[in-house]
């Protein structure tokens, strides 16, 4: 079954903290990966997509990265503004026409 | 350009009502979805549609209807209002397939 799994559910970080957020999925073959920032109260908002393992992609603070099982967002020196939940998404190449969401993690970033 | 607009932004129904939940695009996008949000959870699929005229399930179709007359306008129905449809719903659109998905601002529904 094809499944997204985000880790960690809630992360608190120091403003200029790094860290990473995780998204490990198991789809049978992999159409894309996409992150999506979404702020309470409001609709999720594109931010990456991803195709293939070793792929990489920069905005700002925010990197992400591929591999065959996972993504990863990296956030470098975050500021008090990047705290919002970050929602992974993935499309299957087999199944019909599918998104499968993870459950997201809760960033928290204090000044 | 609006983008993707909702209405309303919140409703409370009681069980058994049945209530039409409005999405308009403006980008002139072929796709659109709907989704439902249940706290601490991802995103289900309810519907999608590939173009006017053409619509199919998702994840979780049971209980909704969709229809899409125009390009613009992916309406989702709820006939029969279960408790079990509390949640918020965000409708989507994008231009293919595996292009960027642009979300609503969501409709908060409570049913009692």
């Known amino acids: 079954e094809d499944q997204v799994t985000q880790s960690p559910e809630a992360l608190r970080l120091q403003e200029g903290e790094s860290s990473s957020l995780n998204c490990s999925y198991t789809?049978?073959?992999?159409?894309?990966l996409f992150w999506y920032r979404q702020d309470p109260g409001k609709g999720p908002e594109f931010l990456f997509t991803?195709?293939?393992a070793g792929e990489e992609k920069e905005k700002e603070r925010l990197k992400a990265t591929l591999t065959k099982k996972e993504s990863f967002l990296h956030i470098t020196a975050p500021k008090p503004e990047d705290s919002a939940t970050y929602l992974c998404?993935?499309?299957?190449?087999?199944?019909?026409?599918?998104?499968?969401f993870g459950a997201g993690t809760r960033l928290f970033v204090k000044a | 350009n609006a983008g993707v607009t909702q209405t309303p932004k919140f409703r409370i129904l009681k069980i058994g009502q049945s209530m039409t939940l409005q999405c308009t695009q403006d980008?002139?996008?072929?796709?659109m979805y709907w989704y439902r949000q249940d706290p601490g959870m991802g995103l289900k699929l309810i519907y999608y549609s590939v173009g006017a005229g053409i619509t199919d399930k998702g994840e979780v179709p049971n209980g909704y209807n969709v229809s899409r007359s125009t390009t613009e306008d992916f309406p989702l129905r709820l006939e029969l209002a279960a408790p079990s449809q509390t949640s918020v719903y965000f409708c989507?659109?994008?231009?293919?397939?595996?292009?960027?998905?642009?979300f609503g601002p969501g409709t908060r529904l409570l049913v009692l």
């Open positions: 991803l195709y293939s």
């Open positions: 980008m002139n996008h072929n796709y």
């Open positions: 989507a659109s994008s231009f293919g397939q595996l292009e960027t998905q642009y």
């Open positions: 998404a993935v499309q299957a190449k087999t199944g019909g026409f599918k998104t499968i």
């Open positions: 789809v049978s073959g992999l159409r894309g």
